[in-house]
């Protein structure tokens, strides 16, 4: 509580001049509603807020292990060798520099219209794969050298110096990367339900879509507290296991 307290006062005092603000300045409900009214909206479209906050961190739940199984395979794969790395290293970073909102009609196509969700979960993965492949990748290589050269004094084997040295070594990389895509991947899959223009999935990007078009700002705003709020829970949940993970070692 004494970390949060300075946060949570922070936060409600932008609460409370940004409610004083729409009140004084009797700015229109459409531009910019008062945090009142996003409460409001809050309350009232809490069970359909809820669904829909449970089918878009599905998706991004669905991406971050699709992500991390494929990233930390391939990195683990190529690290066992320096030809492999140059040559796959180039791609994955040219999957991460290229826009998803450039690759989701042909991800859209491939995964077929009546299955937008399948879509959204690849997109989502696309996006969280980089920090997960470079965080496993750089950490299996961060062994102590002293400890590689130890490690070819006795005669370990390659899967005896994976798991005794080079896992352990690389497990706050992994942790790190797992903490950067856990984000990424709830990104993604709001920017790829939305760039797929289909209400299939019922996120809350379509919540985000749904109201615009009709100029419900306050509850554009109550979908955007929810992405927040469970953007926020996610990074916690991995941090929470990246804490316990760090004193088991200690």
């Known amino acids: ?18 409610e004083i ?31 829909s906050a449970a089918a878009t961190f599905w998706m991004a739940f669905q991406a971050l292990v699709v992500a991390f199984v494929i990233g930390g395979g391939l990195a683990l794969a190529v690290s066992l060798n320096q030809t492999s790395e140059r040559a796959v290293r180039p791609l994955a970073v040219a ?6 909102v450039a690759i989701a009609p042909l991800v859209l196509i ?6 937008a969700d399948r879509a959204v979960v690849a997109l989502a993965a696309a996006v969280a794969f980089f920090p997960l492949f ?5 950490g299996l290589k961060s062994a102590d050298p002293d400890l590689e050269r130890l490690f070819d ?12 040295l080079r896992l352990p070594a ?11 895509a856990a984000g990424l991947s709830v990104i993604g899959a709001v920017v790829a339900e939305f760039v797929s223009g289909s209400g299939a999935t019922q996120g809350l990007a379509w919540r985000l879509l749904e109201a615009g078009n009709r100029l419900r700002t306050a509850d554009m705003l109550a979908a955007l507290a929810c992405l927040m709020i469970m953007g926020l829970a996610l990074n916690a949940a ?5 804490g316990a993970v760090r004193r088991r070692l200690a």
Do not use: K, N
């Open 134 to 138: 470079s965080g496993v990748l750089t």
């Open 95 to 100: 999957l991460q520099v290229t826009p998803v």
């Open 238 to 242: 991995v941090g929470a296991v990246e």
């Open 110 to 115: 491939w995964a077929g219209l009546d299955h």
């Open 21 to 51: 603000a729409c009140r004084a300045l009797q700015l229109p409900v459409y531009l910019l509603p008062p945090p009142s009214d996003v409460a409001v909206s809050l309350i009232q479209r809490a069970p359909l807020l809820l669904s």
């Open 153 to 164: 004094l006795y005669g370990a084997s390659a899967l005896q110096r994976l798991i005794r």
């Open 170 to 180: 690389a497990l706050p990389f992994i942790l790190e990367g797992l903490r950067v």
């Open 1 to 18: 509580m004494t970390r949060l307290l300075p946060s949570l006062i922070l936060t409600a005092l932008l609460l409370a001049a940004w």
